[in-house]
């Protein structure tokens, strides 16, 4: 009898094992495309053994644990990637955001076309008319249409660093909004951080589906900011978030369950905490998002600026030589010339100078068309070198170069990635034909544990209800 019992007890712990083994795989088989999801592995053991007068027996089998089937440093290293690939991300999608701002045809191949709308085409179009209207200094048609060239000119300059500014204010909007949400992904870990110590007091590892979560605000934190991670001194199985300052030296974000230093943006860069540590940013969306913002682009706007002062003060100085007050052709800010550059008040048809003496004479007019040639040069006092065409095509070419390395470093990133992702995936990833193999090896132990205890039940009848009659 007492072998019957035995026996028994440990045909029903076997059924539970086999239940708790059929419960993960069919967990594994939901989350099968879950990004954010490690494969689970039952961890079977024996119960022990106990001593009967007919010998050692034993205690039957158990599922002593539900463990994940994670590689930290695969983890890391897909964080340190993924990092990477928003930074470049972000500053390749604000250069996209800036061609079309500009105006020009940008290729990966580093050359220029400028469309009869562009910049170009258009401060072209200008010395053209300058041109014809030295040719016919008298001629309305031409004073009307030189006019016109010349606020098609200023609108254009003044229209394209207005653009230009605006894809820089979207960019600290975009970098304002990612913030929020890194101050909420650090609750997040910090409450996950708390939910999980809660739960592994007594069993380190066992809050897989917490560790999931975590792992996925983690990723998304080192996205956005570059965030990296590393085990809390204290306490196993929980995690402290940090950044890096100037020096290298790490700035805590979060120690396990307390958010210790929020980041804050000042609009120039990032700050952690009340004392407002300056963040180094070195990867991450934000980080993308500065380096276009407050590098390629504004180094366009500050070209842009050089190239309409240029413009403003060469034209003027051939037009109004004797620099006879409020004789000037345009008129500008120095230092902010794009988006101030427009046509003097008062400048009409009627006005408007082709010399300084006869009105048949075109030496003034001649003079400003004659710049569209003119090599200009820094050493002697000019704001560019080379022609206005030769400088902005400059200024367009390495633009062009920013946006092809750009490009051509993302298309790399997006390969290594991909690499790492898929060596974390056959690590931790749920496999279909495997599960489907333990699902149905579950299912056959199962029911040979219930064939079991129903042969028992048939013994323990014959035993107590028959043997006695």
């Given amino acids: 009898m007492a072998g019957l019992f035995g026996s028994l007890n440990q045909s029903v712990q076997s059924l539970h094992a086999q239940s708790i083994g059929i419960e993960v795989a069919g967990r594994n088989l939901a989350n099968v495309n879950n990004p954010d999801y490690a494969r689970q592995r039952v961890v079977f053991g024996d119960r022990g053994t106990v001593i009967t007068p007919q010998g050692a027996q034993s205690l039957g089998i158990e599922a002593k644990s539900v463990q994940q089937i994670r590689d930290s440093l695969i983890d890391q290293q897909v964080s340190r990637e993924t990092a990477s690939l928003a930074s470049l991300t972000a500053e390749n999608d604000i250069y996209s955001k800036t061609q079309a701002a500009l105006g020009e045809s940008i290729d990966r191949t580093q050359t220029t076309t400028s469309p009869a709308a562009g910049m170009s085409g258009v401060v072209s179009d200008f010395f053209n ?26 609108e254009r300059f003044n229209s394209t660093d207005a653009r ?63 965030a ?64 276009a913002r407050d590098g390629a682009v504004q180094d366009l706007r500050d070209n842009l600026n050089t190239f309409a002062g240029q413009i403003g003060l060469a034209v003027n100085t051939a037009y109004n030589p004797l620099s006879t007050p409020g004789a000037d052709f345009f008129t500008f800010t120095t230092g902010s010339a794009a988006s101030t550059l427009t046509v003097a008040s008062g400048l009409t048809p009627v006005t408007l100078k082709s010399s300084n003496g006869a009105a048949g004479d075109n030496t003034l ?105």
């Fill in 129 to 154: 008319a300058f041109q014809a209207f030295a040719a016919s200094p008298t001629d309305v048609g031409q004073r009307q249409n030189l006019i016109q060239q010349a606020e098609i000119l200023t």
């Fill in 164 to 226: 230009l500014a605006q894809v820089q204010a979207d960019a600290g909007t975009n970098i304002a909004a990612d913030v929020a949400t890194v101050n909420d992904l650090l609750a997040t870990v910090a409450s996950l951080n708390s939910q999980i110590g809660g739960l592994e007091i007594n069993a380190v590892g066992t809050a897989v589906d917490l560790r999931d979560q975590r792992q996925a605000a983690i990723e998304k934190l080192a996205g956005l900011i570059g």
């Fill in 228 to 291: 990296e991670t590393a085990p809390n001194a204290t306490q196993v199985g929980q995690v402290d978030v940090f950044v890096r300052d100037g020096s290298g030296n790490a700035i805590t974000l979060v120690s396990l369950a307390s958010v210790n230093n929020p980041v804050n943006y000042i609009g120039t860069g990032l700050t952690a905490g009340t004392s407002g540590t300056p963040i180094a940013l070195t990867s991450g969306k934000v980080n993308g998002l500065f380096t």
């Fill in 365 to 469: 007019a001649a003079a400003v068309a004659a710049l569209a040639s003119h090599s200009f040069s820094v050493s002697a006092g000019d704001a560019i070198d080379g022609t206005f065409s030769q400088f902005f095509s400059g200024v367009v070419s390495d633009f062009g170069r920013t946006v092809a390395g750009t490009e051509n470093r993302l298309e790399d990133q997006s390969n290594i990635t991909k690499l790492v992702n898929q060596q974390r995936q056959s690590l931790s990833g749920v496999s279909m034909d495997e599960e489907m193999a333990d699902l149905l090896k579950y299912q056959r132990a199962f029911e040979a544990s219930s064939k079991v205890i129903s042969i028992i039940d048939g013994l323990l009848d014959v035993v107590i209800n028959r043997l006695g009659r």
